[in-house]
């Protein structure tokens, strides 16, 4: 009888717990089922200014002009245009190109080229000058201005020229004149020349100290030139002199500058071409 309750009992407990399970099931279902409501929030005044705001910033913001940036025009480097190197003085090799036109039968119109200027060979030149000089009839040294004119007719040099002498350069008590031939060793880059002949002098000279004397007098006249040539037709360099007459003597030494008559005009140089001579085979 007993075992019988308790079979009864575990019936009933089964069953409660199922049927409320069944409940929560169907509450469920019926709380999805139910239709959502959904409320709309109308925007403030406060709102609508905050996104107009922004609206206006944004537009703002999207609407700055871009600044237009003018170009700056850049000019070129300028850079020091280099000279060809094998247009740089190369004195041994035109040295030794000017020796052979010498030795060759003369020319008056031969020429050489140098650095793509064309200069003649057997050319002319003036030469003027300042130095002291000492003055054996007045037994002083004084200033002494001169000029020369140094030519050639074929292969021979000739200087005619002249000497002033005195305590200034507009007080002269001796005016020098002389002609005479020489010898001229002429390169590229320096001159050397020798000239002896006669001489004139005019002026004054001291007798006994204390008189002066008019002196025309023929004498004997040495120079000796040297120069160095910034180029083939110019440059400074020193000479010296020396006059002997009857009546005094003069030996003087001067700064001078040349000029010659040797440029005659631009002219294009194949170096490439000339250099194949002076290789070694």
């Known amino acids: 009888m007993f075992k019988w309750i308790l079979y009864i009992l575990l019936f009933v407990s089964v069953c409660s717990i199922k049927a409320q399970t069944l409940a929560d099931t169907v509450k469920t279902t019926t709380q999805t089922a139910e239709p959502t409501i959904t409320q709309t929030v109308q925007p403030t005044s406060t709102d609508t200014t905050r996104v107009n705001t922004s609206a206006t910033q944004t537009t703002s913001v999207q609407s700055t002009p871009t600044q237009t940036l003018t170009p700056v025009t850049v000019k070129p480097k300028k850079y020091k245009k280099l000279k060809d190197p094998r247009q740089k003085p190369n004195f041994k090799r035109d040295n030794k190109e000017l020796i052979t036109l010498y030795k060759d ?4 119109k031969k020429e050489i080229i140098l650095q ?29 201005t001169s000029f020369d004119f ?21 007080n002269n008590n001796c005016i020098q004149l002389h002609a005479g031939w020489g010898y001229r060793l002429e ?19 001291l007798q006994n100290d204390t008189v002066k004397v008019k ?7 040495i120079a000796l030139q040297a ?9 400074v360099g020193v000479s010296t002199f020396f006059d002997v007459n009857a009546k005094q003597s003069l030996a003087g ?16 140089r194949n170096y490439a071409k000339e250099d194949e001579k002076y290789q070694v085979p």
């Open 105 to 108: 039968t003369f020319d008056r």
């Open 187 to 205: 390169r590229c880059n320096y001159m050397l020349a020798a000239y002896g002949g006669v001489s004139f002098s005019d002026g004054y000279y």
């Open 253 to 268: 030494i001067k700064i001078e500058l040349f000029f010659s008559g040797a440029y005659k005009g631009f002219k294009k």
């Open 116 to 144: 793509n200027k064309r200069y003649h060979i057997y050319n002319n030149y003036l030469s003027a000058g300042v130095g002291q000089c000492y003055n054996s009839g007045w037994q002083q040294v004084e200033l002494c």
């Open 215 to 221: 002196m025309n007098s023929v004498g004997g006249y």
């Open 227 to 235: 120069f160095y040539k910034f180029k083939f037709d110019y440059g």
């Open 150 to 170: 140094n030519f050639h007719a074929r292969k021979n040099y000739f200087q005619i020229g002249g000497n002033l002498v005195g305590p200034a350069l507009w």
